[in-house]
T-cell receptor, first 110, second 114 residues
């Protein structure tokens, strides 16, 4: 079981609200990732980081932003949530070829 | 276009039976292929990872095979258990960037009935 945590696990929020999804790992991994996954669909990379002060956009266009001030922490922020942001968000970290995923945050925007 | 296709989309088997899940990919260049298990409401967990030179790899009752020539992989589950009910995701990594970009399949949803 990987030591990577995500909070909250579930979030229901109104349109226009600002939200931050938290992701923390205690394994000291430099590389971290955020994926978006809709039911029955593949994971889409939305952000990644090589290490502290490094952030890059992924394949899927996203209105979210990320920061990497500390190795263990990689939060994702939505400045103004919309119903189209409803999805599952998975955080991961990696060492060599293996990725370790968090339990995910299920977001519902009303 | 780099793609990963999995079949079947869903599968129902009885407890104790064996099953095989398929993965075809068009990713090039190729670095490695991974199989993940994702329980409902959880993040994926790695089962196996195979490089170009590996034909088979086992992890308990899970055995993955890779044919890099035909760009096909399979995941065989032996003596299925109720806890095997999950989505099984095939992921292929290329060598095109330092990140080793990952291409995800949509998964096969396996349900094991008692």
């Amino acid at each position: 079981e990987a030591d990577i945590y995500q909070t909250p696990r579930y979030l229901v929020i109104g349109t226009g609200k600002k939200i931050t999804l938290e992701c923390s790992q205690t394994m000291g991994h430099d590389k971290m990732y955020w994926y978006q996954q809709d039911p029955g669909m593949e994971l889409h990379l939305i952000h990644y980081s090589y290490g502290v002060n490094s952030t890059e956009k992924g394949d899927l266009s996203s209105e979210s932003t990320v920061s990497r001030i500390r190795t263990e922490h990689f939060p994702l922020t939505l400045e103004s949530a919309r119903p189209s942001h409803t999805s599952q968000y998975l955080c991961a970290s990696s060492v060599r070829e293996t990725q370790y995923f968090g339990p995910g945050t299920r977001l519902l925007v009303l | 276009k780099n793609q990963v296709e999995q079949s079947p989309q869903s599968l129902i088997i009885l407890e104790g039976k064996n099953c095989t899940l398929q993965c075809n990919y068009t990713v090039s260049p190729f670095s490695n292929l991974r199989w993940y298990k994702q329980d409902t409401g959880r993040g994926p967990v790695s089962l196996t990872i195979m490089t170009f030179s590996e034909n088979t790899k086992s992890n308990g009752r899970y055995t993955a095979t890779l044919d890099a020539d035909t760009k096909q992989s399979s995941l065989h589950i032996t003596a299925s258990q109720l806890s095997d009910s999950a989505s099984y995701i095939c992921v292929v990594s290329d060598r095109g960037s330092t990140l080793g970009r990952l291409y995800f399949g949509r998964g096969t949803q396996l349900t094991v009935w008692p």
